[in-house]
């Protein structure tokens, strides 16, 4: 997918103006992560979205690689806290909640990071580990942990990680048309 049309899929997600949008940290990382991975670091706009994830990391508590593959339409409500491994790979019209963190193991069978499929929710607070692949329309509830695969149109709950058929996430991810 190009660049703007990237952008423009996380724009619906914070708001139906551009003002609107452009006053959210999230959409404002995620549009400086965007021109970082697309321009490169030695092109005057990829140094410069370079020093500004730089500052924005720092500022608001985000640890995510612009490398990281991250689908249009990611929506970050509240920020602080959020880790996504470099290797991590996320699809479109996705949330991420607070103190998210996906990451990656390095030895054992689980070795590697996770795919998440598209319209998954991920709520505050839940961590994400190893070589798993989270289906489409998933909503992973506050506080889990999760190191297995999880189907497509379900929930997962608790600590360990429980998967509960026919709860998703389509109720609580807003898109705008």
């Known amino acids: 997918m190009d660049l703007k049309k990237l952008i423009q899929q996380d724009r619906k997600r914070y708001g139906k103006t551009f003002f609107k949008a452009i006053v959210n940290p999230g959409f404002r990382f995620l549009v400086w992560m965007r021109l970082a991975a697309h321009f490169g670091k030695f092109h005057p706009v990829g140094l410069l979205s370079r020093i500004s994830i730089k500052l924005m990391k720092v500022r608001f508590g985000l640890q995510i690689p612009h490398i990281a ?39 054992g069978p689980k070795k590697g990071a996770p795919k998440i499929g598209n319209r998954v929710w991920v709520g505050p607070n839940a961590v994400l580990v190893g070589n798993i692949t989270i289906g489409d329309n998933v909503l992973i509830a506050p506080l889990c942990f999760v190191n297995m695969d999880v189907p497509t149109n379900c929930m997962v709950i608790g600590n360990p990680a429980k998967i509960i058929e026919g709860k998703t996430s389509e109720d609580y991810i807003n898109i705008y048309k």
């Open 69 to 107: 593959k991250i689908g249009g339409g990611l929506f970050m409500g509240h920020y602080g806290g959020i880790v996504i491994s470099s290797e991590a790979a996320i699809g479109e019209n996705c949330n991420i909640a607070q103190g998210v963190t996906i990451g990656r193991i390095n030895k």
